[in-house]
């Protein structure tokens, strides 16, 4: 491993942890840093999109500005054509390329394992394709955890396995006879009949991190962060492309939370600056927007135009897209999620949010082409006891129902284990896509807006309290020690089989933190009696209680076993987690991000230091609007 405190190296534009590119050759190629320098200049630009965000974000808050819908005259920045013009399908979009007309089923996860090596992290690889999914999204983001090198490990493993050199052959053929095992004694017969062929089934895509975040370990020469989107699509697509290309398989990239569509022009400009860098055609690289922020749903058809002959899909996720709703009105005090389990796709918001996303993509372009919705993730795991298991499977299977008879193309699941009970969804509907279905056109009308925003009643509980801290405490405890995804449930439900744990990731423990905090400082009221714990319907979340259950549930952890928190993480980095999260739910300026608070103490295990950071975050974000993103451990220029 490569120490996290080393100084750095420089080269014309960046600057490099020490020690990194003796250990990453096979990453940090020569070619791949000359991309690296050759698109340097974006992340100026970046840097400003995120400022702008920030002042949007502030004017909410402190003025309690609602997002609305753009000016149909406007100018869409870097695309020469204008909002009406966009929202008229007035541009040329893409063809879908053949590896991408079928994705009926997407699974999602890293290539790698916290301080793994080779030989066990790339294991991953082997199971996402082995696993039957038509796509499998490999994840630089979300699931993939921040701890060392992971990152480059990522690349690595990718690098390795898409091209199929040792040692993955080896793991795969291994891997193959283990998921077999699985398989025979669930499902009653094998899923993988030949390894070799089964490798070449699925598609592979790509997450790279999102805008608002900094790479770990490059930096910019003069001392500021550098966009780890950045980082993460030049590695991946400069030591990538050839072997893709040669196989016959597309270059296709899932674009995290973007917000506009002024956004998105930038990733377009930034793409295309790759593709000429590299010699590649233009618009060789394919892209799905994840449509995980509340303004990019003001924004659909002028995010789809800005992408133009790139963008192939999006994608409807549950998790993100409830907590940016919540943050996008923070500030209004009327606003009051339910319990998160009370949030499901067919409630309210989220209900009108499906619903634009498949009519966006059904309107056509100038070539009267339309553009996939891949439908959101299935978290569940199938282990557990009897019971719990077949009631969880069958929850899955019928919301796979539910999203193809809405309109989806497909799905994401958490776990290959997944693939093959939610897959026979899509083989009994039988059709490739459902490009082109037909819906209404796209309305932009006040009443739109305010469907966007739309609550309806449910139940907000004490256990729903209790239910959104535990699994919050614990995911930050698991981000420290570098699962950025992880198995989960509430304390609770430790010991009890009939509860499954789901598959946790970033943005589930975003919209925790979020909805903790929305409660405490609009004073949401209880709509149900807990006698237990001593609270009544039309009761506020007090302080007084929020103390008390922090104390409660967090004790809950220090008690629990091995198997759902770590022994050795309960000294270490489950007490930085309880100072992220109680400091985050009760400061009264709220955090943009959890990952930042994460980001900014990850291998560090000394509360005193975590009490420095956050305050130092603290003070920035709340005096000008700076969000302290670069890593800490990355010493100055």
């Given at each position: 491993?490569?120490?996290?405190?080393?100084?750095?190296?420089?080269?014309?534009?960046?600057?490099?942890?020490?020690?990194?590119?003796?250990?990453?050759?096979?990453?940090?190629?020569?070619?791949?840093?000359?991309?690296?320098?050759?698109?340097?200049?974006?992340?100026?630009?970046?840097?400003?999109?995120?400022?702008?965000?920030?002042?949007?974000?502030?004017?909410?808050?402190?003025?309690?500005?609602?997002?609305?819908?753009?000016?149909?005259?406007?100018?869409?920045?870097?695309?020469?054509?204008?909002?009406?013009?966009?929202?008229?399908?007035?541009?040329?979009?893409?063809?879908?390329?053949?590896?991408?007309?079928?994705?009926?089923?997407?699974?999602?996860?890293?290539?790698?394992?916290?301080?793994?090596?080779?030989?066990?992290?790339?294991?991953?690889?082997?199971?996402?394709?082995?696993?039957?999914?038509?796509?499998?999204?490999?994840?630089?983001?979300?699931?993939?955890?921040?701890?060392?090198t992971m990152s480059l490990d990522n690349q690595r493993n990718l690098t390795i396995a898409l091209a199929f050199k040792n040692p993955f052959p080896g793991v795969a053929e291994t891997v193959a006879a283990e998921m077999n095992a699985w398989s025979k004694s669930f499902l009653g017969r094998k899923i993988v009949a030949n390894w070799r062929e089964?490798?070449?089934?699925?598609?592979?895509?790509?997450?790279?991190?999102?805008?608002?975040?900094?790479?770990?370990?490059?930096?910019?020469?003069?001392?500021?962060?550098?966009?780890?989107?950045?980082?993460?699509?030049?590695?991946?697509?400069?030591?990538?492309?050839?072997?893709?290309?040669?196989?016959?398989?597309?270059?296709?990239?899932?674009?995290?939370?973007?917000?506009?569509?002024?956004?998105?022009?930038?990733?377009?400009?930034?793409?295309?600056?790759?593709?000429?860098?590299?010699?590649?055609?233009?618009?060789?690289?394919?892209?799905?927007?994840?449509?995980?922020?509340?303004?990019?749903?003001?924004?659909?058809?002028?995010?789809?135009?800005?992408?133009?002959?790139?963008?192939?899909?999006?994608?409807?996720?549950?998790?993100?897209?409830?907590?940016?709703?919540?943050?996008?009105?923070?500030?209004?005090?009327?606003?009051?999620?339910?319990?998160?389990?009370?949030?499901?796709?067919?409630?309210?918001?989220?209900?009108?949010?499906?619903?634009?996303?498949?009519?966006?993509?059904?309107?056509?372009?100038?070539?009267?082409?339309?553009?996939?919705?891949?439908?959101?993730?299935?978290?569940?795991?199938?282990?557990?006891?009897?019971?719990?298991?077949?009631?969880?499977?069958?929850?899955?299977?019928?919301?796979?129902?539910?999203?193809?008879?809405?309109?989806?193309?497909?799905?994401?699941?958490?776990?290959?284990?997944?693939?093959?009970?939610?897959?026979?969804?899509?083989?009994?509907?039988?059709?490739?896509?459902?490009?082109?279905?037909?819906?209404?056109?796209?309305?932009?009308?006040?009443?739109?807006?305010?469907?966007?925003?739309?609550?309806?009643?449910?139940?907000?509980?004490l256990r729903g309290a209790r239910d959104l801290l535990s699994v919050a405490l614990q995911y930050g405890n698991a981000f420290g020690r570098g699962y950025q995804a992880a198995a989960l449930k509430p304390a609770d439900f430790f010991g009890n089989d009939d509860v499954l744990y789901l598959m946790e990731d970033m943005a589930t423990g975003e919209?925790?933190?979020?909805?903790?905090?929305?409660?405490?400082?609009?004073?949401?009221?209880?709509?149900?009696?807990?006698?237990?714990?001593?609270?009544?319907?039309?009761?506020?979340?007090?302080?007084?209680?929020?103390?008390?259950?922090?104390?409660?549930?967090?004790?809950?952890?220090?008690?629990?076993?091995?198997?759902?928190?770590?022994?050795?993480?309960?000294?270490?980095?489950?007490?930085?987690?309880?100072?992220?999260?109680?400091?985050?739910?009760?400061?009264?300026?709220?955090?943009?991000?959890?990952?930042?608070?994460?980001?900014?103490?990850?291998?560090?295990?000394?509360?005193?230091?975590?009490?420095?950071?956050?305050?130092?975050?603290?003070?920035?974000?709340?005096?000008?609007?700076?969000?302290?993103?670069?890593?800490?451990?990355?010493?100055?220029?």
């Amino acid at each position: 491993m490569v120490p996290s405190n080393t100084p750095v190296e420089g080269s014309s534009r960046l600057r490099f942890r020490n020690g990194i590119r003796e250990h990453y050759p096979d990453v940090l190629t020569p070619a791949a840093v000359e991309a690296l320098e050759a698109l340097a200049g974006f992340n100026r630009e970046r840097q400003l999109l995120m400022q702008a965000r920030m002042a949007r974000r502030r004017a909410r808050l402190e003025e309690g500005r609602r997002i609305a819908f753009l000016d149909p005259a406007a100018e869409i920045p870097g695309c020469g054509i204008t909002v009406e013009q966009a929202r008229a399908g007035l541009f040329h979009g893409s063809a879908i390329p053949e590896d991408l007309e079928r994705q009926w089923i997407q699974g999602t996860g890293p290539a790698t394992k916290p301080r793994a090596t080779v030989q066990d992290g790339i294991r991953n690889v082997a199971y996402a394709l082995l696993s039957g999914a038509d796509g499998w999204m490999f994840d630089g983001e979300d699931a993939l955890g921040q701890v060392d090198t992971m990152s480059l490990d990522n690349q690595r493993n990718l690098t390795i396995a898409l091209a199929f050199k040792n040692p993955f052959p080896g793991v795969a053929e291994t891997v193959a006879a283990e998921m077999n095992a699985w398989s025979k004694s669930f499902l009653g017969r094998k899923i993988v009949a030949n390894w070799r062929e089964q490798l070449e089934f699925t598609t592979r895509i790509f997450r790279p991190r999102g805008l608002h975040l900094d790479d770990r370990h490059i930096g910019e020469a003069g001392g500021s962060g550098f966009s780890a989107s950045i980082v993460d699509a030049v590695l991946y697509v400069a030591n990538n492309h050839a072997t893709l290309r040669s196989q016959g398989r597309s270059i296709v990239l899932y674009l995290p939370k973007i917000q506009t569509a002024e956004e998105a022009s930038l990733w377009n400009r930034l793409l295309g600056a790759l593709e000429q860098h590299l010699g590649l055609p233009e618009g060789m690289v394919k892209v799905y927007v994840l449509v995980e922020q509340l303004e990019a749903c003001f924004q659909l058809m002028e995010i789809r135009a800005a992408l133009a002959c790139r963008f192939v899909g999006y994608n409807t996720g549950r998790w993100d897209y409830i907590n940016s709703v919540a943050d996008a009105l923070a500030g209004d005090r009327s606003f009051q999620n339910p319990n998160i389990d009370a949030i499901t796709m067919t409630y309210g918001y989220m209900r009108i949010y499906e619903d634009r996303v498949r009519r966006a993509v059904n309107t056509p372009d100038r070539n009267g082409r339309c553009a996939l919705w891949q439908g959101g993730m299935e978290p569940n795991i199938p282990v557990g006891s009897e019971k719990g298991v077949t009631e969880a499977m069958r929850r899955a299977v019928a919301g796979g129902q539910r999203e193809q008879k809405a309109g989806a193309s497909g799905k994401w699941v958490a776990h290959w284990k997944m693939v093959h009970i939610v897959r026979p969804v899509w083989d009994q509907a039988g059709a490739a896509n459902q490009l082109g279905r037909h819906f209404p056109p796209l309305t932009h009308t006040a009443a739109d807006a305010a469907g966007l925003m739309l609550l309806e009643p449910a139940p907000r509980t004490l256990r729903g309290a209790r239910d959104l801290l535990s699994v919050a405490l614990q995911y930050g405890n698991a981000f420290g020690r570098g699962y950025q995804a992880a198995a989960l449930k509430p304390a609770d439900f430790f010991g009890n089989d009939d509860v499954l744990y789901l598959m946790e990731d970033m943005a589930t423990g975003e919209i925790r933190l979020s909805i903790l905090w929305e409660w405490l400082h609009k004073q949401a009221c209880f709509t149900e009696d807990d006698p237990d714990g001593g609270v009544r319907a039309g009761d506020p979340f007090t302080p007084a209680i929020f103390d008390r259950i922090l104390e409660e549930e967090y004790a809950k952890l220090r008690r629990a076993e091995n198997r759902d928190v770590h022994d050795d993480s309960k000294a270490t980095t489950l007490p930085i987690a309880r100072e992220i999260v109680e400091r985050y739910v009760k400061n009264a300026f709220k955090a943009p991000w959890y990952i930042d608070l994460l980001n900014l103490n990850l291998n560090n295990h000394d509360r005193e230091r975590a009490r420095r950071r956050i305050d130092a975050y603290y003070a920035a974000v709340e005096g000008d609007g700076t969000r302290l993103t670069a890593n800490p451990d990355l010493p100055e220029a």
